[in-house]
């Protein structure tokens, strides 16, 4: 055999194998990516509750969650979007990593059931309930430049909060990573062309973030920069850190698919 | 395809620097303000993983997410600036004769590679060993990868979201030309990836090649 028909026959073998996982991911989930949750479901215990607070428009909050604990955005009006970065409290350098968040999971559409993931393998925190299904991991928050876009001149935005909040834990500019935007329907077209899809906004609209390990999140509640409203559009949100459930073995979010599983397998055995 | 694409017509005999780089190896340089660089995939669909940094204070790099949202759409192609965390333009694509470029798929790692694609994987070369063996070079490190462009990969993403590493869809000879607009270090991974089809599952050589003037 020559050189060449084994770096063929090599090339194939890896091809058969990416397919049957691409058909796994895209097509046959573990199980059903479920629907979201209603706008009136998952109420918190009064003694579940930790702590709830307020975030004004154009501010930014800085919270720490223990493994297991869980953080609620609620999009009062109907008019926020909320940023989100974060590390591992223990190892400062693990931190979200957007990309690996949508490629493993083989979807740019973040919503109830799926993950984010650190660029360790490892999940951050799970989506455990959300009434939305509209949020981006594509194209980030708004900055000095965006604002002044939109609005003619510099306004709050999620740049600088990030960079005020990464400074308050003594990180800078290296250590900002791409970032989640909560309630930012961010629509893509045949031809690559983002849109913002406002009708996909509505008042009261939460999700439920159950941290995966120990972790530090900063939340910035600027509007996002393609929001038609502009920097304006912001309006303050509510932040509730509860103790959800503890998550069973059968737990939607740890066996939604085989890469879902082995990232929480990974996770687990910080813990071990 | 709706991209447009370009050709350069340089001469590689008034380059300054060529180099080719080894299958599954990185590379990097210091770019000057404008200087050209240009990336040919010789034997076609290789994946080329790429960081930049201002050399003058590497804390400002590129930003996937910033050139994503100075362009308005989500894909990387010929006249797509490529800007910095600052809201800097660092670079220009000033030629392009394959159409498209992905910036959203970030790189590959061990830990990632385990993930998506099992244990087995985990003891496979990968870009971020790449990125963090090179970027050692200046003084950076692990926190210092951000998500990164990767020329001649085809990652579409649906209406639906669907996000699938495609085909390749670069000949052998396809070439990107990337004009720095301050000076930068120019960080590359030939990527080793053998578990999706960036690399056609058989990683090859690249080349790379810098002019100092800008093209007649």
Avoid at chain 1, 14 to 22: D, K, M, P, T
Avoid at chain 1, 31 to 54: K, Q
Avoid at chain 2, 130 to 157: C, H, Q, T, W
Wanted: proline share 6%; net charge negative; aromatic share 6%.
């Amino acid at each position: 055999m020559t050189v060449a028909e084994t770096r063929r026959q090599i090339a194939d073998a890896n091809r058969r194998r990416y397919e049957e996982l691409r058909a796994a991911g895209q097509e046959g989930l573990s199980r059903s990516l479920p629907e979201l949750t209603a706008p009136d479901a998952a109420p918190i215990a009064a003694d579940a509750m930790i702590r709830s607070e307020e975030v004004p428009a154009g501010w930014y909050a800085t919270i720490r969650l223990r493994r297991g604990e869980a953080l609620r955005i609620v999009d009062t009006t109907g008019r926020a979007s909320v940023a989100l970065i974060g590390w591992r409290e223990e190892e400062m350098s693990e931190r979200i990593n957007c990309a690996d968040t949508i490629k493993v999971q083989w979807s740019a559409a973040l919503s109830k059931g799926r993950v984010i993931l650190t660029d360790m393998g490892r999940v951050f925190m799970s989506l455990l309930e959300d009434t939305s299904g509209a949020h981006d991991v594509l194209i980030g928050g708004s900055t000095p430049a965006s604002t002044r876009a939109a609005g003619g001149e510099t306004s709050r935005n999620t740049h600088e909060n990030f960079v005020a909040a990464a400074a308050k834990l003594g990180l800078g500019l290296r250590d900002i990573p791409p970032c989640v935007t909560f309630f930012a329907p961010v629509a893509l077209d045949a031809d690559g062309r983002f849109h913002w899809d406002g009708s996909r906004k509505r008042p009261r609209d939460f999700v439920d973030l159950r941290a995966e390990m120990n972790l530090v999140v900063v939340l910035s509640n600027c509007a996002h920069p393609l929001d038609p409203g502009g920097p304006a559009a912001s309006a303050p949100v509510t932040l509730i850190r509860h103790r959800p459930r503890a998550a069973a073995p059968d737990d939607l979010c740890r066996t939604l698919s085989p890469e879902a599983a082995r990232a929480f397998v990974f996770t687990d055995q910080l813990f071990a | 395809m709706t991209s447009l694409t370009a050709k350069s017509h340089r001469d590689p005999s008034s380059a300054s620097y060529m180099m080719d780089v080894a299958a599954e190896r990185p590379w990097s340089r210091v770019l000057k303000r404008g200087q050209t660089l240009r990336i040919i995939d010789s034997e076609g669909q290789q994946a080329v993983d790429a960081l930049l940094y201002c050399r003058d204070d590497p804390a400002e790099r590129y930003s996937a997410q910033d050139t994503l949202r100075v362009q308005g759409s989500a894909y990387i192609e010929l006249g797509t600036q490529l800007v910095s965390n600052r809201g800097r333009v660092m670079a220009v694509i000033t030629a392009d004769t394959c159409g498209r470029h992905d910036t959203s798929a970030g790189c590959c790692s061990c830990e990632s590679n385990a993930v998506r694609f099992g244990e087995a994987t985990r003891y496979q070369h990968a870009c971020r060993e790449n990125f963090i063996l090179e970027l050692s070079k200046y003084g950076l490190g692990k926190r210092d990868i951000v998500a990164n462009l990767n020329f001649f990969m085809n990652v579409p993403i649906d209406p639906k979201g669907h996000f699938t590493v495609a085909d390749g869809v670069s000949a052998p000879g396809s070439h990107v030309d990337i004009t720095a607009e301050c000076d930068v270090i120019f960080v590359v991974s030939n990527c080793p990836q053998v578990n999706n089809p960036c690399n056609g599952f058989d990683p090859t050589p690249i080349r790379v090649v810098i002019w100092d003037a800008p093209a007649v």
